[in-house]
C-alpha cells in the first residue's frame, strides 16, 4: 500500500474519530450530564437488560474502532514501541472503565459514577491525542510526497 493512499485513509479515519468524540461529548451533556448526581440518576434506574443492549453494540463498533487507530498507530516510525503499547492499552482499559461502570452504578453502587466520568473524559482525551499525532504524522507523511 502506497503512503499516500495510507495517509489518506489515516486522514479520513481521523476525521471521523474527531466528529465521533465532538458528538459523543455532545450527547452526554444533554443527556445525562457531567456532575455526579446526573449519572447516578440516569443509569441508577436502567435495567440490566436495557444496559446491555447498549453496551453490546457500543462494544463491538469502539472495539473494531479502537483496533483500526491502533494499527493506524503502529505505522508511525517516530514513535516508540512502548508509547503505542502504553497509548493502545490506555484506550482499552478507559473504554473498559467507562463501559462496565454504567452497570456498578446500576447494581447501586454509586460511587463508579467518579469512574464513570474520569473514565469518559480521559477516554475522549485520550482518543483525541492519538488522532492528533496521527493526523501531525499524515501531514509530514503527505509533504514528503
Same mark, same amino acid.
Given at each position: ?35 455526579l ?16 443492549? @447498549? $453496551? +453490546?453494540?457500543?462494544?463491538? %463498533?469502539?472495539?473494531? #474502532? ?8 503502529? !505505522?508511525i ?5 512502548n ?18 461502570? @454504567? $452497570? +456498578?452504578?446500576?447494581?447501586? %453502587?454509586?460511587?463508579? #459514577? ?8 480521559? !477516554? ?22
Amino acid at each position: 500500500m502506497n503512503t499516500r493512499l495510507l495517509s489518506f485513509l489515516a486522514l479520513g479515519f481521523s476525521a471521523l474519530t474527531i466528529l465521533q468524540a465532538l458528538l459523543g461529548t455532545l450527547l452526554f451533556y444533554h443527556t445525562i450530564g457531567f456532575s455526579l448526581d446526573a449519572i447516578n440518576n440516569y443509569y441508577a434506574p436502567k435495567s440490566l437488560h436495557g444496559l446491555l443492549e @447498549v $453496551l +453490546l453494540p457500543h462494544t463491538l %463498533f469502539i472495539s473494531i #474502532a479502537l483496533m483500526a487507530i491502533t494499527h493506524f498507530l503502529s !505505522f508511525i516510525q517516530t514513535i516508540s514501541e512502548n508509547t503505542k503499547r502504553i497509548a493502545t492499552h490506555t484506550l482499552f482499559l478507559l473504554f473498559v472503565l467507562d463501559q462496565s461502570s @454504567v $452497570l +456498578l452504578i446500576a447494581s447501586g %453502587f454509586e460511587i463508579f #459514577a467518579i469512574v464513570k466520568l474520569f473514565a469518559s473524559t480521559m !477516554f475522549q482525551i485520550s482518543l483525541s491525542l492519538v488522532w492528533i499525532v496521527m493526523f501531525k504524522h499524515t501531514l509530514k507523511a503527505v509533504e514528503k510526497n
